[in-house]
Every structure is written in structure tokens, then in C-alpha cells.
């Protein structure tokens, strides 16, 4: 039988007399027992002193920094912690002179003393749901506060557990999402959809709004929901459950995603006695969330919940839902397949845009959400 996680702190540059001096001995060996008492404090150090970890209490969970998965704090479960805190007292009682009885102090015990130590010394509350300025890509972290984005190399104080799986080309210009899915479109819904696709990358729903795309079936709105899906990660979205939105443990499956689908919804999906809860999830408000197994914790919403809804309907419309009630921006007729033959397209562009009430133009509310949301594509 092969022993697959050898996980082990690299300690080639450790300061042992140094730690030794600060915290105490590895372990209190006495006359009658040369094993002793572990020094749990002095493990607990030298673990946070060999890794870039931090542990967020709220959540009940470790991150580690790993530079080899984008730069990013992925969750370390406790069973391969305590592998590792085992493996380090292992590696130091077989190395440091004098030290071999010290690896006969590696059961349970020891090991959760330890673990319950760094839980304190590497704590970290909110750790991921600050407003971050800075995207996680395979090629390194695009800064955004700057005036054009700049791309640097990955270093463990830009916090985020996601990253987006595209590499950053400045010079790519995406031909195939421009001819298929965006050129059917009105110059001002090709900049809203890319502005919408940007705030998704941020990863941050400052606009505190969530999309609906609306139309007759092939007309290219399930197509646009997987571009989002890809360009944004599959492990970073999650699927939009209305109708379970109110159930105890269904918030907490959102913990740590960054857009959430609702894939083919029905039409009167915001009808659901669950979906009152959108506008939490959307409008910036803390969420009482609970995981199985786990203790209550609370979300910031503006870290993680995006709403992008497909569903079928006969005018092919997409609608931003806030706050104030839902605004609907009709798309172009000539992307709507003819409702007879479904082949061809209808003659025609509708332009405009309405309100809900259809009453006036809601361009004006439209151009502050396009002015506000930092994109990437131009």
C-alpha cells in the first residue's frame, strides 16, 4: 500500500534556535520518561512559520497559500493538517540531535493540542469577504486599482480562495464570442454584457443587481450562460436553486462561489414562495447561513452571490432585477428564431429599451451600471 499525502513543512530555512529560544523546547523529556510532554505552542509556531495558512473562524476552516494552484488560499481539510503536523514532529525527531523519543508524541492527543493552538495564531475573521481589487489568473493577479490592469506574480497577500481559469492576454480579442454570441446585439447590450461578464470576474456585486436573460429557445441565452460558466470557473459557480433557497442548509452551499446559474428556469420562477431571499443574497445584507455539520455562520452577500437566469419566453428579453423592482431591456428581434420553423430569423431590430411598466426609457438607469462595473474587455 502507497502513501499518497506525504505532506511535510519545508524547513530549510528554518531558525531552529530561534523558534527554540522564543517558544520553548520541541518537547520536556524528564529522567524516567525521554519523551515527555510535547511543546504544543512550539509546533503551533512552527507550523504557521513553515506556511502561509490562515484559519477563518466563522467558517471553521484552514487555508493554505499555494502558489502552484494560481496563487490562491485553497481549504485544507483537518485530516491532512493533522498528517502534517504528525509528519513535521516525525521529521524533526529524526533529524535534530537528540530528539528521536520525541517521535513516540504523535497520537491524537498531541496532535489536536497543536491543531488547537494555531487555530488562534493564524486566525483570520473575514478573511475572503473584503472587496478585492485584484484578479487570480493561471499567468498571475491582474491588478485592477491601477489605470490600465497590470498583471504581477502571485503573492500570498492577495488573499482569494478563486481564481479564474483563462489566462490575461492583453492582445486576445475573442473573435468567436464577438461574431456569434455578441454581434445579433445592440452596440449598448454588447457593453452591458461584457461590463455584466467584468463585474463577474471581480468577483464583488457592487451594483447589487442580478441578470435575467429572457427569450424564445435557441436564441443564444443558454450559449451566453456557459461563456459566463467557463470564463469564470466551474468550481467558482454553483447552481441557483429558488425553490430551495429557504431551506436551512442551501445558502451555505454558496459559501466561497462566485456566480450562481439558474440554467433554463422557469418563467414564473420569481413567483416561488423562496425567491423573497434573492434580494438578500444580492443586496449586500448579512445572511445567516448554516453548513451540515457545522455551526452557524455569517456571510457577507456581496462576496459571492451573482444571479445569471436563462429561461424561455416569447419576446427575448434580458431583465436586471434590484432593489427597486425588476427593468427589462428588450434585444434585438433578428437573434429570436421564427417561432413557425424555427430556423431563419425574424426581420427587424427592437431597440429600445422600457421599463417594467413599459411606460418610459430606462436608458438613464442603465448607463450608471454601465459607467460603474470594471471590465476587462473592451
Not at 491532512?80 to 513535521?88: A, E, G
Not at 504523535?106 to 491543531?115: P, Q
Not at 438578500?280 to 453548513?291: A, I, Q, S
Given at each position: 500500500?502507497?502513501?499518497?499525502?506525504?505532506?511535510?513543512s519545508?524547513?530549510?530555512n528554518l531558525?531552529?534556535?530561534?523558534?527554540?529560544?522564543?517558544?520553548g523546547?520541541?518537547?520536556?523529556?524528564?529522567?524516567r520518561?525521554?519523551?515527555?510532554?510535547?511543546?504544543?505552542?512550539?509546533?503551533?509556531?512552527y507550523?504557521?512559520?513553515?506556511?502561509?495558512?490562515?484559519?477563518?473562524?466563522?467558517?471553521?476552516?484552514?487555508y493554505?497559500?499555494?502558489?502552484?494552484r494560481?496563487?490562491?488560499?485553497?481549504?485544507?481539510?483537518?485530516?491532512?493538517?493533522?498528517?502534517?503536523?504528525?509528519n513535521?514532529?516525525l521529521?524533526?525527531?529524526?533529524?535534530?540531535?537528540?530528539?528521536?523519543?520525541?517521535?513516540?508524541?504523535r497520537?491524537?492527543r498531541?496532535?489536536?493540542?497543536v491543531?488547537?493552538?494555531?487555530?488562534?495564531?493564524?486566525?483570520?475573521?473575514?478573511?475572503f469577504?473584503?472587496?478585492?481589487?485584484?484578479?487570480?489568473?493561471?499567468?498571475?493577479?491582474?491588478?485592477?486599482?491601477t489605470?490600465?490592469?497590470?498583471?504581477?506574480?502571485?503573492?500570498?497577500?492577495?488573499?482569494?480562495?478563486?481564481?479564474?481559469?483563462?489566462?490575461?492576454?492583453?492582445?486576445?480579442?475573442?473573435p468567436?464570442?464577438?461574431?456569434?454570441?455578441?454581434?445579433?446585439?445592440?452596440?449598448?447590450?454588447?457593453?452591458?454584457?461584457?461590463?455584466?461578464?467584468?463585474m463577474?470576474l471581480?468577483?464583488n456585486?457592487?451594483?447589487q443587481?442580478?441578470?435575467?436573460l429572457?427569450?424564445?429557445?435557441?436564441?443564444?441565452?443558454?450559449?451566453?450562460?456557459?461563456?459566463?460558466?467557463?470564463?469564470?470557473?466551474?468550481?467558482?459557480?454553483?447552481?441557483?436553486?429558488?425553490a430551495?433557497?429557504?431551506?436551512?442548509?442551501?445558502?451555505g452551499?454558496?459559501?466561497?462561489?462566485?456566480?450562481l446559474?439558474?440554467?433554463?428556469?422557469?418563467?414564473?420562477?420569481?413567483?416561488?414562495?423562496?425567491?423573497?431571499?434573492?434580494?438578500?443574497?444580492v443586496g449586500?445584507?448579512?445572511?445567516t447561513?448554516?453548513?451540515?455539520?457545522?455551526?452557524?455562520?455569517f456571510?457577507?452577500?456581496?462576496?459571492?452571490?451573482?444571479?445569471?437566469?436563462?429561461?424561455?419566453?416569447?419576446?427575448?428579453?434580458?431583465?436586471?432585477?434590484?432593489g427597486?423592482?425588476?427593468?427589462e431591456?428588450?434585444?434585438?428581434?433578428s437573434?429570436?428564431?421564427?417561432?413557425?420553423?424555427?430556423?431563419g430569423w425574424?426581420s427587424?431590430?427592437?431597440?429600445?429599451?422600457?421599463?417594467?411598466?413599459?411606460?418610459?426609457?430606462?436608458?438613464?438607469?442603465?448607463?450608471?451600471?454601465?459607467?460603474?462595473?470594471?471590465?476587462?474587455?473592451?
Amino acid at each position: 500500500m502507497s502513501i499518497h499525502n506525504k505532506l511535510l513543512s519545508d524547513a530549510t530555512n528554518l531558525d531552529l534556535a530561534a523558534l527554540i529560544n522564543t517558544y520553548g523546547p520541541p518537547h520536556y523529556p524528564t529522567k524516567r520518561d525521554p519523551a515527555g510532554r510535547l511543546n504544543e505552542v512550539f509546533w503551533a509556531h512552527y507550523f504557521a512559520t513553515l506556511n502561509e495558512i490562515l484559519y477563518e473562524n466563522l467558517e471553521g476552516d484552514f487555508y493554505q497559500y499555494c502558489e502552484k494552484r494560481s496563487g490562491i488560499f485553497y481549504r485544507l481539510s483537518e485530516h491532512l493538517l493533522r498528517q502534517q503536523i504528525s509528519n513535521d514532529i516525525l521529521n524533526g525527531a529524526n533529524n535534530w540531535p537528540g530528539y528521536l523519543p520525541m517521535a513516540q508524541l504523535r497520537n491524537s492527543r498531541h496532535i489536536a493540542g497543536v491543531h488547537s493552538h494555531l487555530k488562534g495564531i493564524v486566525e483570520k475573521e473575514g478573511a475572503f469577504n473584503c472587496q478585492r481589487d485584484y484578479i487570480h489568473l493561471p499567468n498571475g493577479v491582474l491588478l485592477l486599482d491601477t489605470d490600465k490592469p497590470k498583471l504581477v506574480g502571485f503573492d500570498p497577500k492577495y488573499i482569494s480562495r478563486n481564481s479564474i481559469p483563462i489566462h490575461y492576454d492583453p492582445s486576445a480579442t475573442c473573435p468567436m464570442f464577438k461574431d456569434k454570441l455578441l454581434a445579433p446585439l445592440t452596440a449598448d447590450d454588447r457593453k452591458l454584457i461584457k461590463k455584466l461578464f467584468g463585474m463577474y470576474l471581480c468577483g464583488n456585486n457592487f451594483l447589487q443587481v442580478f441578470a435575467i436573460l429572457q427569450g424564445v429557445e435557441e436564441s443564444g441565452k443558454s450559449q451566453l450562460a456557459i461563456v459566463a460558466r467557463e470564463l469564470i470557473g466551474r468550481c467558482n459557480c454553483a447552481e441557483l436553486r429558488v425553490a430551495h433557497l429557504d431551506e436551512r442548509f442551501e445558502i451555505g452551499r454558496y459559501l466561497g462561489k462566485i456566480l450562481l446559474i439558474g440554467a433554463d428556469v422557469a418563467g414564473d420562477f420569481l413567483s416561488h414562495s423562496s425567491a423573497f431571499r434573492i434580494k438578500g443574497m444580492v443586496g449586500g445584507d448579512f445572511l445567516t447561513c448554516e453548513r451540515k455539520n457545522s455551526n452557524l455562520l455569517f456571510v457577507k452577500s456581496y462576496d459571492a452571490f451573482h444571479g445569471y437566469c436563462p429561461y424561455h419566453n416569447r419576446n427575448g428579453t434580458i431583465t436586471w432585477y434590484n432593489g427597486d423592482g425588476p427593468c427589462e431591456a428588450v434585444l434585438p428581434q433578428s437573434i429570436i428564431p421564427n417561432q413557425e420553423t424555427k430556423s431563419g430569423w425574424n426581420s427587424g431590430e427592437r431597440q429600445s429599451l422600457r421599463t417594467w411598466d413599459g411606460s418610459e426609457p430606462i436608458l438613464h438607469r442603465l448607463s450608471s451600471m454601465r459607467s460603474a462595473i470594471s471590465s476587462l474587455a473592451h
